[in-house]
């Protein structure tokens, strides 16, 4: 499944952000999607997960800030940032797997439950 970013950019503190991610449905259709986000010198961490009914969490970071939700057509994912922090600043990627992902999504193996992974796209957040 090949999984395609699109949203990201600046904004300053306070600031809303909407990203999207869209890939092809085909016989490999991710059962449980999520975000992660990657700044440099650091592993990459889970942002936000829903699974393939409805449920979602959330990294306590992004808590009440962040919305992940499904779209409508073939295989969409989106992320509403709302009161962006320059903590935000980082590449977010779209990430997808199938099952159930036994793990919390702010686990350090989160990131190995999901064979599938866009290229990112950059959100940068000024004071």
Request: aromatic letters at 10%; proline letters at 4%; a neutral charge.
């Amino acid at each position: 499944v090949e999984v395609v970013e699109s949203g990201g950019g600046s904004g300053e503190d306070g600031a809303s952000l909407k990203l999207s991610c869209a890939a092809a449905k085909d016989t490999h259709t991710p059962d449980y999607m999520a975000w992660f986000r990657q700044t440099p010198g650091k592993e990459r961490e889970g942002v936000a997960h829903i699974a393939a009914d409805g449920t979602t969490t959330y990294a306590g970071s992004v808590k009440g800030r962040f919305t992940i939700a499904k779209g409508s057509a073939g295989i969409s994912l989106f992320l509403e940032m709302n009161s962006l922090k320059p903590e935000d600043t980082g590449v977010y990627f779209c990430a997808g797997g199938h099952g159930v992902l036994n793990v919390p999504i702010t686990s350090q193996y989160a990131a190995a439950r999901f064979p599938y992974w866009g290229r990112g796209t950059q959100v940068t957040v000024s004071s």
